[in-house]
């Protein structure tokens, strides 16, 4: 297993709500990326966070937002929840190089009803 | 734009068998190629992972080829069995949009009867 850990695990919000997942990084590494996998897909890069600053960010609108704490935590923000932001949402924390492991969280499903 | 594309999308052996996955990408410069495994429910795991400057790499029977003139990388696992089965997904990371940005082929769902 893995170091990087996510809460909550599951979460069912009504449509127009807002929603705060939380992950933690691993030992060590300091950059953290989100990324959002709906049902039958692979995984789609929503951002990273660096230094506590955006780093790279996926084609998704500005209602996604983020967070990173100094301990490299990090939390994704969702505005306006649609239907269709239904998802597992992971996170993977790395070291910054471009060519190393990323580890992923165990995820947090995500259901709009 | 940047694009990773995986087939099959499914893949059905017998334990024993070989199975082979192809994954194409479009950014040329993306020099990092790893590949997960997902069983259901679970989070991806890293099983092997490839960088540019090689070719091939293997991990018991595990082995990935990479071939950056056509832009194309496989995942070969040898003598299946039924524990391998799961979906598989191949990632590049292009050098734009940030560092460990990773573009996911739609994966392959692999099933390894017994």
């Known amino acids: 297993e893995t170091g990087v850990t996510q809460s909550p695990t599951h979460l069912i919000k009504t449509r127009g709500q807002q929603v705060t997942l939380r992950c933690s990084s691993q030992?060590?590494?300091?950059?953290v990326s989100w990324y959002q996998q709906a049902l039958g897909q692979g995984p789609q890069f929503i951002f990273q966070?660096?230094?506590?600053?955006?780093?790279g960010r996926g084609n998704f609108p500005p209602r996604f937002s983020g967070l990173q704490f100094p301990n490299y935590s990090s939390e994704l923000n969702v505005n306006a929840l649609e239907l269709d932001d239904s998802a597992l949402y992971l996170c993977?924390?790395?070291?910054?190089?471009?060519?190393?492991?990323?580890?992923f969280g165990q995820g947090t499903r995500l259901t709009v009803v | 734009g940047e694009n990773v594309e995986q087939h099959p999308s499914t893949l059905s052996v017998q334990e024993g068998d070989s199975a082979v996955i192809k994954c194409t990408y479009s950014?040329?410069?993306?020099?990092?190629f790893p590949w997960y495994k997902q069983e259901l429910g679970k989070r991806p795991q890293l099983i092997i992972d490839?960088?540019?400057?090689?070719g091939e790499k293997k991990d018991q029977r595990i082995a990935v080829t990479l071939n950056k003139t056509a832009k194309h990388f496989s995942l070969h696992i040898t003598e299946t069995q039924p524990e391998d089965s799961a979906v598989y997904f191949c990632?590049?990371?292009?050098?734009?949009?940030?560092?460990?940005?990773?573009?996911f082929g739609a994966g392959t769902r692999l099933a390894v009867h017994p």
């Open positions: 993977a924390s790395s070291l910054v190089s471009g060519d190393t492991e990323a580890f």
């Open positions: 966070y660096y230094r506590e600053e955006e780093n």
């Open positions: 490839i960088r540019s400057n090689v």
């Open positions: 990632a590049a990371n292009p050098i734009s949009g940030g560092y460990n940005k990773l573009i």
């Open positions: 030992s060590g590494h300091n950059t």
């Open positions: 950014d040329s410069a993306s020099n990092y």
